[in-house]
Antibody
Framework: EVQLVQSGAEVKKPGESLKISCKGSGYSFTSYWIGWVRQMPGKGLEWMGIIYPGDSDTRYSPSFQGQVTISADKSISTAYLQWSSLKASDTAMYYC?????????????WGQGTLVTVSS | QTVVTQEPSLTVSPGGTVTLTCASSTGAVTSGYYPNWFQQKPGQAPRALIYSTSNKHSWTPARFSGSLLGGKAALTLSGVQPEDEAEYYCLLYYGGPWVFGGGTKLTVL
């Protein structure tokens, strides 16, 4: 069974750094694209970017390029989303999602979400 | 900035049929945009329903179907159940990045 388990909720101050994680199990971690989706409070879904853990090929949405870094450690089947300097506007739920394996990189399997709150 | 547009809200009666649509600011949506559809209920992670226009995942109920309609991607629910009340999002491929639509809140009343 494909499972994506995300790290727990975070409360941070503006300017702090943060790295959240998403551990995949039940499949070959290096063989599927895995990405991140943002959902700000009361708002819709936003596709942020994806990474192929097999070779670390990474693609970003233009809206998020330079704002976040997506990475993966294939030795522990874990993908990451990190910020170097958080802003209040980064407050949101963040979902990781794995490619469904249906011929495109579209997400099919989702993690439970990580709530990030940035407040002074 | 590419914009993907969905109806903000729709209402359907139990047992009825409803069609949600997904339009692209770049022009007609074709199969090359690989339209995907997702369902999200309050407090839950999204769930994938349809991929590549009309293909269902193994867990997708038979009453959900996807198509292209009048230059848009479409999701049709036939024989709507009360548990189908949710937010529905489409996702389109733009040759690298994907872009979600703004979502349709479906009320079953």
């Amino acid at each position: 069974e494909v499972q994506l388990v995300q790290s727990g909720a975070e409360v941070k101050k503006p300017g702090e750094s943060l790295k959240i994680s998403c551990k995949g199990s039940g499949y070959s971690f290096t063989s599927y694209w895995i990405g991140w989706v943002r959902q700000m409070p009361g708002k819709g879904l936003e596709w942020m970017g994806i990474i192929y853990p097999g070779d670390s090929d990474t693609r970003y949405s233009p809206s998020f390029q330079g704002q976040v870094t997506i990475s993966a450690d294939k030795s522990i089947s874990t993908a990451y989303l990190q910020w170097s300097s958080l802003k209040a506007s980064d407050t949101a739920m963040y979902y990781c999602a794995r490619q469904s394996g249906t011929g495109t990189t579209a997400p099919g399997y989702w993690g439970q979400g990580t709530l990030v709150t940035v407040s002074s | 900035q590419t914009v993907v547009t969905q109806e903000p809200s729709l209402t359907v009666s139990p047992g009825g049929t409803v069609t949600l649509t997904c339009a692209s600011s770049t022009g007609a949506v074709t199969s090359g945009y690989y339209p995907n559809w997702f369902q999200q209920k309050p407090g839950q992670a999204p769930r994938a329903l349809i991929y590549s226009t009309s293909n269902k995942h193994s867990w997708t109920p038979a009453r959900f179907s996807g198509s292209l309609l009048g230059g848009k991607a479409a999701l049709t629910l036939s024989g709507v159940q009360p548990e189908d009340e949710a937010e529905y999002y489409c996702l389109l491929y733009y040759g690298g990045p994907w872009v979600f639509g703004g979502g349709t809140k479906l009320t079953v009343l």
